[in-house]
Antibody, heavy 114, light 113 residues
Framework: DVQLVESGGGLVQPGGSLRLSCAAS????????MHWVRQAPGKGLVWVSR????????TYADSVRGRFTISRDNAKNTLYLQMNSLRAEDTALYYC???????WGLGTMVTVSS | DVVMTQSPLSLPVTLGQPASISCRSS???????????LTWFQQRPGQSPRRLIY???NRDSGVPDRFSGSGSGTDFTLKISRVEAEDVGVYYC??????????FGQGTKVEIK
C-alpha cells in the first residue's frame, strides 16, 4: 500500500523546536518531490514547504522561511521538517503529501503554548 | 501570490440533488506548458484531504463519476451530480501553476439539509 506516516508532533513552548518526520512506503520515494501542508484547528489548508526528489530544490511559505527547514533521507524513505522559533500561530495539524498531492498522511499535531 | 476564492463557503444540499462549488483565481492558471494546474480536494470530517480532481477535470482513481470538474483560465467549478451522505465534508480548490506558494481556497463545507 502507498502510505505516508507522520510523527514527531507534540506540545512545545513558544520559541521552542520540534522535528517532524514522514515515513513513506509503497512507492519510489526517491523519485518524488514532497510537501508539508498544515491545518490550524478548524481552519483551511496552508502549504508550508516543498523539496525536490533529490533534495536540491527547496521552497518555503513566507510565514515559515528562516524558521523551518525541510529535508529528506532517500535511503530511509523519510521526509523531515525541522521547526525552530515556534510561535502560537504555528499550532496546526501537519501533513506530508506526495508531489502532486495525490497521497496524504494522517498528520501530526503541533501545539505551541506556554 | 495567487489568491483562490471559493463560493459558497457553506452549501446545504438535499440528498440526491446536485451541488456546485465555484473557485476563482486572481490570475489565469494556464501554465506555460499549456496545462492548467487546478486541483480539487475533499476532506471528510476527521480525515485527511483526498485528491478528487487534478488538472481541472481529471478524476482520480476510485472517485465516483458523480464528481466532475470544469472551467478554464480563472473560473472553475466542482459539481456533484447527486449528493450522497458520504459526500459531507469540506472541499478545497488549489492552484499549482504559479508556485511557490501553492495556494488553496478557503474551503466549502457541504452538509445535508
Amino acid at each position: 500500500d502507498v502510505q505516508l506516516v507522520e510523527s514527531g508532533g507534540g506540545l512545545v513552548q513558544p520559541g521552542g523546536s520540534l522535528r517532524l518526520s514522514c515515513a513513506a512506503s509503497g512507492f519510489t520515494f526517491s523519485s518524488s518531490s514532497m510537501h508539508w501542508v498544515r491545518q490550524a484547528p478548524g481552519k483551511g489548508l496552508v502549504w508550508v514547504s516543498r523539496i525536490s526528489s533529490d533534495g536540491t530544490t527547496i521552497t518555503y511559505a513566507d510565514s515559515v522561511r528562516g524558521r523551518f527547514t525541510i529535508s529528506r533521507d532517500n535511503a530511509k524513505n523519510t521526509l523531515y521538517l525541522q521547526m525552530n522559533s515556534l510561535r502560537a500561530e504555528d499550532t496546526a495539524l501537519y501533513y506530508c503529501s506526495r508531489s502532486n498531492f495525490d497521497i496524504w498522511g494522517l498528520g501530526t499535531m503541533v501545539t505551541v503554548s506556554s | 501570490d495567487v489568491v483562490m476564492t471559493q463560493s459558497p463557503l457553506s452549501l446545504p444540499v438535499t440528498l440526491g440533488q446536485p451541488a456546485s462549488i465555484s473557485c476563482r483565481s486572481s490570475q489565469s492558471l494556464v501554465h506555460s506548458d499549456g496545462n492548467t494546474y487546478l486541483t480539487w480536494f475533499q476532506q471528510r470530517p476527521g480525515q485527511s484531504p483526498r485528491r478528487l480532481i487534478y488538472r481541472v477535470s481529471n478524476r482520480d482513481s476510485g472517485v465516483p463519476d458523480r464528481f466532475s470538474g470544469s472551467g478554464s483560465g480563472t473560473d472553475f467549478t466542482l459539481k456533484i451530480s447527486r449528493v450522497e451522505a458520504e459526500d459531507v465534508g469540506v472541499y478545497y480548490c488549489m492552484q499549482g501553476t504559479h508556485w511557490p506558494p501553492w495556494t488553496f481556497g478557503q474551503g466549502t463545507k457541504v452538509e445535508i439539509k
